[in-house]
Nanobody, 117 residues
Framework: EVQLVESGGGLVQPGGSLRLSCAAS????????MSWVRQAPGKGREWFAT????????NYADSVKGRFTVSRDNAKNMLYLQMNSLKPEDTAVYYC??????????WGQGTQVTVSS
C-alpha cells in the first residue's frame, strides 16, 4: 500500500542543478520523517538527507551539505530534493525513503542522476 515514486532524474553537467520529486501515498505522510538515499555504481546505499515532519529541521551528510536541500509539502504529500553544484561523484540512483537516518522502512523505485560532461 505504501508507495513512493521519484521523478526528475536525468543527465546534467558538473556544476549544474537538478530538482527531484517524490510522491508519497498509502500512509499518513504527516506522521513521518522522510529521507533521501542514493546508490552509486558498485557501492552500497548511502543516506544523505532527512527532514522532520514539519519540514523545519533537516540533516545532511557531509558529502552533500551546502549543495543539496531537502523540503516537503505536506498538503501535497510531496518530498523534494534540490541539488546544486553537482559533481560527477553525485552520479547514482536516488531514492526517497520513509523514516529518518538509518531507520528507513520503505523506499521508492529510484531515479537515475548522471553528472558528466
Amino acid at each position: 500500500e505504501v508507495q513512493l515514486v521519484e521523478s526528475g532524474g536525468g543527465l546534467v553537467q558538473p556544476g549544474g542543478s537538478l530538482r527531484l520529486s517524490c510522491a508519497a501515498s498509502g500512509f499518513t505522510f504527516t506522521n513521518y520523517y522522510m529521507s533521501w538515499v542514493r546508490q552509486a555504481p558498485g557501492k552500497g546505499r548511502e543516506w544523505f538527507a532527512t527532514i522532520n515532519i514539519g519540514g523545519g529541521v533537516t540533516n545532511y551528510a557531509d558529502s552533500v551539505k551546502g549543495r543539496f536541500t531537502v523540503s516537503r509539502d505536506n498538503a501535497k504529500n510531496m518530498l523534494y530534493l534540490q541539488m546544486n553544484s553537482l559533481k560527477p561523484e553525485d552520479t547514482a540512483v536516488y531514492y526517497c525513503a520513509r523514516g529518518a537516518y538509518a531507520n528507513l522502512d520503505y523506499w521508492g523505485q529510484g531515479t537515475q542522476v548522471t553528472v558528466s560532461s
